[in-house]
């Protein structure tokens, strides 16, 4: 079965940096799109930023220039390498893939982001 396993979250400053990593299984992990989602309290889960098969990458605005998404096939995991962190970024991070018409999730990852 699907299973995606978040880490890489913790405390950091405001300007500081995080690499959040999240390692699938039970599917063709390079054929197929990885999202980041990130849910922040009393918020709706917002997607940040997706990478594609063929490592084409999109972002949500906010996050541009500033997060970075990248994959390793061979070891089925996808990335999310978070710069110059503010504290509107502090949220629950999710990894995400959609698969067979089904949305799979991790359990999260917190990032916590000090002013």
């Known amino acids: 079965q699907v299973q995606l396993v978040e880490s890489g979250g913790g405390l950091v400053q405001a300007g500081g940096s995080l690499r959040l990593s999240c390692v699938a299984s039970?599917?063709?992990?390079?054929?197929?799109?990885m999202r980041w989602y990130r849910q922040a309290p009393g918020k709706q889960r917002e997607l940040v930023a997706t990478?594609?098969?063929?490592?084409?990458?999109v972002y949500t605005t906010s996050v541009e220039g500033r997060f970075t998404v990248s994959r390793d096939n061979t070891k089925n995991t996808v990335y999310l390498q978070m710069n110059s962190l503010k504290p509107e970024d502090a949220a629950v991070y999710y990894c995400?893939?959609?698969?067979?018409?089904?949305?799979?999730w991790g359990q999260g990852t917190q990032v916590t982001v000090s002013s």
């Open positions: 995400n893939v959609y698969y067979w018409n089904k949305d799979y």
């Open positions: 990478i594609s098969s063929v490592k084409t990458t």
């Open positions: 039970g599917f063709t992990f390079s054929a197929f799109a």
